[in-house]
């Protein structure tokens, strides 16, 4: 499938959650497939860490988990990962004190979603880790707008525990000598190669890594796979979107916004999407007791883990066919709800 020109949608004078008004935000997005005539079609994947759209397309094809022969699939690139306003990309972001949260990333999409493209509710918003946490911001600040949801291997809150594993990484980038304190004056090798340790260390689960699937793949060792399957990709990335992104991913919580002022209980009771948790059963930071317990606080909700040795990756599986089709079946009955 041919890749179209990625569409841009500015908003003017965008007030984001830290209180720094921008003079303007961009959300770049890819959409996949058409609406069809009663405009009732549409799909809205948010990005997750570290992904721009061209990384995790590829569940986009026909008999694929969405398939865009019968959706319209918006897939929206989140706040600094580097195409929508980032660090990188705006000299406004890169500033001491600034930083975005989910409440700013999902009203700039509720913008794109009713004014750019003028699509009233989505019948489904799927996400993966960072999208799964956009996915239930998204079900509780516009449950009118939100038909069903996915949230895979993702929670509505982080936890302590995963705001260690996230304090790591963002130790491991600022522990390089090109770091001044403020910003980065080169590039960071130092600081890319131990992201990636980390990273590598809790994406998959200790199965994983007695299975050893990696050297099926072309890699000739534990330390090649790392270095070309983990490090590789990251230093695609700029290290202040990776640490902005880092930023959101600590800060989120559902309920840390003016419409639920704290009240966790309240924000996911408000969710009225049908809703499907799908966490990975070895998931090292969305653990599936995390991801169960938020189940249990949204009213319409299913709790259907995905049994894999994968970890994390279980739930972007794209050299893994058989999470592939659990999930597959999981949305495909998703989706067939009324």
Request: proline share 6%; aromatic share 12%.
């Amino acid at each position: 499938m041919g890749r179209a020109t990625p569409g841009r949608f500015a908003l003017q004078e965008f007030s984001l959650q830290c209180g720094v008004v921008l003079p303007q935000v961009e959300v770049v997005y890819q959409v996949y497939g058409e609406l069809n005539s009663h405009r009732n079609n549409a799909i809205l994947y948010p990005t997750s860490y570290g992904a721009q759209h061209t990384d995790v397309d590829w569940l986009m094809r026909p008999g694929g988990i969405l398939d865009p022969d019968r959706w319209c699939v918006v897939m929206v690139n989140m706040l600094g990962n580097g195409l929508s306003t980032s660090p990188s990309n705006d000299p406004a972001v890169a500033q001491p004190g600034v930083y975005f949260t989910h409440y700013d990333n999902v009203r700039a999409q509720h913008a794109l979603v009713t004014q750019e493209l003028g699509i009233d509710q989505l019948a489904l918003v799927y996400g993966w880790s960072m999208g799964a946490q956009q996915g239930y911001h998204w079900a509780a600040l516009y449950p009118d707008r939100v038909q069903r949801l996915a949230a895979l291997c993702g929670t509505a809150k982080t936890t302590d525990h995963n705001k260690i594993f996230l304090y790591s990484l963002r130790a491991a980038l600022t522990s390089d000598p090109t770091w001044n304190g403020e910003r980065f004056e080169g590039i960071p090798d130092r600081g890319f190669h131990t992201f990636a340790q980390i990273y590598a260390s809790w994406a998959a689960s200790q199965a994983y890594y007695r299975a050893k699937p990696y050297l099926a793949w072309g890699y000739d060792s534990l330390e090649d796979y790392i270095l070309r399957g983990w490090e590789a990709g990251y230093r695609q990335r700029d290290p202040h979107n990776l640490l902005a992104m880092i930023d959101t991913w600590l800060r989120c919580d559902v309920s840390d916004n003016p419409v639920y002022q704290g009240d966790y209980a309240k924000a996911m009771g408000s969710i009225t999407a049908k809703t499907l948790v799908m966490p990975a059963t070895t998931d090292l930071y969305f653990t599936p007791e995390d991801c169960e317990a938020e189940a249990a606080l949204i009213p319409n909700a299913e709790y259907r883990p995905i049994p894999s040795i994968w970890g994390h990756r279980a739930g972007n599986p794209y050299q893994n066919s058989e999470d592939e089709a659990f999930i597959r079946e999981a949305i495909a009955a998703l989706l067939s709800q009324s």
